[in-house]
């Protein structure tokens, strides 16, 4: 069935599918045209990540770089050409008024959810597969130099404000677009003389500055996503209805905006420090560059040299800008560390390098220095980072936008671009790297480290960086090669269990028994066939049966599970897997499957749509293998739902809640039958339909009736008539009233449970201490294939054996947890539970260099970046302990509240932070 254009998807082409082959080297050919010619401006488009998995494994694409491709795949694999392009699971539920598009889905990752191709590999696509809908964004430069390009997948939206009447207009537009540009678009629409008008800043409600600055960006105005500005005009002018604004390059378009819409504000321009201007006329012109002087900023409390605490300080949240709790969670842990609260609460002004090459001319140091103290200012309940966002987008392009990001690479860029702009060295000396050849490690230590020190010095180097030995080995010479290095922090890998645990809902085809949730324990780098097998012997499978593993999308049946060699890697956490028990020859009968629809959300005109909302499980069946009418088709449904059938005092308990919650209940009870229909990623074809007439003693008498394309008007089959089913599959949907839910309890067909069913018991085996973390990191291990070693002795790259020793450690200890581990087509998120010491975490042991002093490498933990949930759908949050006291709190963004100590041991724990103990 033609899908129709309103709907944001494409009419079926007539174009003939290539060979797989085929279509590798035509994509190949037209990404790398686009790669050669890249140029602001251009089109990319988003596609589902999961089609465009489905479509390199057919066409055996090894790993999307653009360019290189491999036909590595396991023995006696047989890819399947992949259904339509769906790109429905990116999008809202929210369609504009020309059927197009309005928003895609916030907290989407790249390689994860969505990935991009240029415009020319859409249209082929498009043609070989149809779907859609389509998503098209720009290409924009990004960085200082402006020739860093990134796609902008997520254009600023603004909530425009009218200060007569507080009525609100969404606009959305580049987050590189001119103010001018801003002012150009707002009064072309709304027909406004540019002299008439002025934008504010309205974060949050609050009027602040002016947006004046007609040549300035909205990314370096800090605007944010969902950010408030406030339009004033004469009060004369006239206002047109509720709109929203549409940027798309040189074009406008005005759309509505849902009168329902709220406002969330999360992000905003940039704060005057001299106060706020008061009139329509007042231009309070901002300066580019900030103060040389820092020690006249108001109401920032000191923090004694003994660490004491000011009462009243030190438990300010902040606002999420638009996905930045990664950065939050970051900036916590940093300004609850001492010594750089210590450092940033004085005049710092000395200390600033504005001519590092290697630094941000100072400015990054002080948009975190000013975002300190507003932290440590006593009265406030939260604060929101926009000034120091938009350096840090910037800086550090990558962490631009609204997309999620990892609070650890954001830590790492932020204490080196730190360290750069407080490097006390002016003038870095030229000193070649060497190695010990023999000397001893003390000297050698010692020589490496002051070199260090003569290119890097700084608060940063002071009391976060340590020293580690390391030694490689070559294994054909034996060559010893030692170096001493700098590190910032320690990335610790999480030694983790070979296995996995699956949670899978089984069905039975013949109605013999409820839905069952099993959970199974197969290898992580496992295929198909070993979870079948694992599932066979947990249901106990009758030599009689087989079991067809599908998964469930959207109440859909999103694709099958048959190729026995699929890797296990591929099904994310958060899949919902199912299994149906099916007759053993279940692949040369016909089957048939049953999905359900709600007879209260659909009206009559569309009651035969197959594409109106379904609910619960799809079921699947086989007939039998004489079927010759209708009443075969209609006792296979039967059969089907058999299991759910109330008895009947359950059946009078709910009529009588029911008839409480809604006294009004249809009687029109319906099943609609499609015919010939395959599964094409949750795509559904021509339907047919079938009447069901009034239910009796738990079972109904069922009327097929066989539509055209349009849903309407058809062939009546009877029960007692011929029923031909052509193909392997037909497709039926039931449609549920009050009546049904009376006489069937479909609980159990709602709420499947993901792969990983967070009610599982976590086994003994997957809690690790953090000291079988540090020994898996400090081991003797070979050097990867792609990371090998120059031997100088042999003249040949080497697969050396390296060994890494702690050789000096500094006061403030990062220890990085490495959760996020990557395979060939999918990140995992690693959940195991790391048991850290909270107090007296001593590495002595673990020191290589025993120091002449009597000092003692005994640290404290005082906060905690923790990430909760998955890739996709991931939240950070922050433990930290107060300055001074033994009081923990949870800084989840805004909202600060305190917690018990014991409870902040969790499997969340990403980035740990020791001080080392008086």
């Not at 000011?310 to 010594?339: E, K, R, Y």
């Not at 594409?611 to 009443?631: D, I, R, W």
């Amino acid at each position: 069935m033609t899908i129709p254009s309103s709907a944001g998807f494409f009419p079926a082409s007539s174009c003939l599918p290539c060979t797989p082959e085929e279509e590798k080297e035509i994509i190949l050919e037209l990404i790398k045209a686009s790669d050669a010619n890249l140029k602001e401006g251009d089109v990319f488009y988003l596609i589902s990540s999961r089609w465009w998995r489905s479509w390199r494994e057919y066409v055996r694409l090894d790993e999307y770089d653009g360019l290189s491709s491999s036909s590595e795949q396991p023995e006696g694999y047989i890819p399947h050409r992949p259904g339509e392009i769906d790109n429905m699971v990116l999008i809202l539920n929210v369609m504009n008024r020309d059927g197009g598009i309005s928003d895609i889905q916030r907290n989407l990752l790249e390689g994860t959810d969505y990935d991009l191709v240029p415009e020319e590999v859409w249209k082929k696509l498009l043609e070989w597969y149809n779907g859609g809908p389509e998503i098209p964004r720009k290409l924009i430069s990004d960085g200082l130099n402006g020739k860093n390009f990134v796609v902008e997948v997520y254009p600023l939206c603004l909530c425009l404000v009218d200060g007569r009447d507080n009525s609100q207009r969404g606009i959305r537009i580049s987050r590189k677009a001119t103010v001018g540009k801003l002012y150009e678009i707002v009064c072309s629409v709304l027909k406004l003389d540019l002299s008439k008008v002025i934008i504010w800043d309205y974060y949050n409600k609050n009027k602040g500055s002016m947006i004046i600055k007609l040549d300035e960006t909205l990314d370096e105005v800090a605007l944010h996503m969902d950010q408030e500005i406030l339009l004033e005009i004469k009060p004369d002018e006239l206002w047109p209805s509720s709109s929203e604004i549409v940027s798309t390059g040189n074009e406008l378009a005005l759309v509505p905006i849902e009168p329902s819409r709220t406002s969330v504000a999360i992000a905003g321009g940039r704060a005057l420090s001299n106060g706020h201007a008061a009139g329509f006329g007042s231009y309070l012109l901002q300066g580019n560059s900030y103060s040389s002087s820092l020690s006249d900023i108001e109401n920032v409390e000191s923090i004694s040299s003994n660490g004491g605490k000011v009462d009243g300080i030190g438990l300010t949240g902040l606002h999420n800008l638009g996905n930045t709790c990664f950065m939050n969670s970051a900036i916590q842990c940093l300004v609850h560390t001492p010594p750089l609260v210590e450092f940033f609460l004085q005049d710092y002004s000395e200390e600033i390098n504005e001519q590092n090459p290697l630094g941000m001319q100072g400015e990054l140091a002080i948009a975190f220095g000013e975002l300190l103290r507003k932290l440590w200012r006593s009265g406030r309940s939260s604060v929101a980072p926009r000034e120091f966002k938009g350096k840090l987008a910037r800086f550090a392009p990558q962490f631009s936008g609204y997309n999620q990001h990892d609070s650890q690479e954001l830590l790492a860029f932020l204490l080196d671009g730190l360290h750069e702009d407080l490097n006390r060295v002016k003038s870095k000396p030229y000193i070649e790297a060497k190695d010990a050849n023999g000397h001893p490690d003390g000297e050698f230590a010692d020589e490496c480290w002051g070199n260090h020190k003569a290119r890097n010095d700084s608060v940063i180097v002071d009391i976060c960086q340590g020293q580690y030995k390391s030694t490689l080995v070559c294994p054909i010479c034996n060559k010893v090669s030692v170096t001493f290095d700098p590190f910032m922090y320690l990335s610790l890998p999480l030694p983790s269990t070979i296995t996995r645990q699956m949670t899978i809902t089984v069905f039975s085809s013949d109605g013999s028994a409820l839905p069952m949730p099993y959970t199974v324990t197969v290898s992580k780098n496992g295929r198909c066939k070993d979870l079948i097998q694992a599932l066979s012997t947990a249901c106990c499978l009758r030599s009689s049966e087989s079991l067809l593993v599908a998964e469930v999308h959207d109440h859909r049946i999103y694709r099958y599970m048959e190729n026995m060699l699929e890797s296990l890697s591929t099904i994310k956490d958060e899949d919902h897997i199912v299994a149906y028990r099916l007759p053993s020859n279940h692949r040369e009968i016909p089957q048939i499957q049953i999905f359900h629809r709600s007879v209260e959300k659909c009206s009559t005109q569309f009651r035969y749509n197959s594409h109106q909302e379904l609910l619960g499980a799809p079921l699947v069946m086989c007939l039998t293998e004489n079927y010759n009418s209708g009443a075969d088709v209609h006792a296979a449904v039967r059969a089907a739902l058999t299991p759910l059938l109330r008895s009947k005092t359950q059946c009078l308990h709910h009529q009588a809640k029911s008839s409480k919650d809604n006294d009004y209940r249809p009687s029109l009870d319906g099943v609609t039958l499609t015919d010939n229909s395959a599964v094409s990623n949750g795509s559904d074809t021509s339907p047919t339909a079938m009447e069901i007439d009034s239910i009796s003693n738990g079972f109904s008498t069922f009327q097929l009736v066989l539509t055209n394309d349009s849903g309407v008007n058809g062939l009546t089959i009877d029960d007692d008539k011929d029923f031909l089913v052509e193909g392997k599959s037909i497709k039926v949907y039931l449609d549920w009233s009050h009546r049904e839910h009376d006489l069937y309890d479909s609980s159990y067909l709602d709420h499947l449970p993901g792969v990983y069913n967070s009610g599982n018991q976590k086994t003994g085996q997957e809690a690790v201490s953090l000291f079988s973390c540090m020994d898996a990191f400090l081991k003797e291990e070979p050097l990867g294939p792609d990371d090998m070693w120059y031997c100088p002795t042999c003249k040949e790259h080497r697969q050396a054996t390296k060994k890494l020793d702690l050789w000096r450690l500094p006061e403030i200890l990062v220890v990085h947890l490495k959760r996020f581990s990557y395979s060939r087509y999918m990140k995992n998120k690693l959940d195991t539970f790391v048991n850290f010491p909270v107090h007296n975490l001593d590495l002595n042991k673990y020191l290589k260099h025993k120091p002449c002093t009597t000092e003692s490498y005994v640290y404290e933990l005082y906060a905690i970046s923790n990430h909760y949930g998955g890739l996709g759908g991931g939240h950070y949050s922050a433990y930290a302990k107060l300055i001074g006291e033994d009081s923990w709190y949870h800084f989840d963004d805004s909202h600060v509240s305190p917690v018990n100590e014991d409870s902040i041991k969790t499997s969340a724990a990403y980035v740990l932070f020791y001080q080392r103990s008086k």
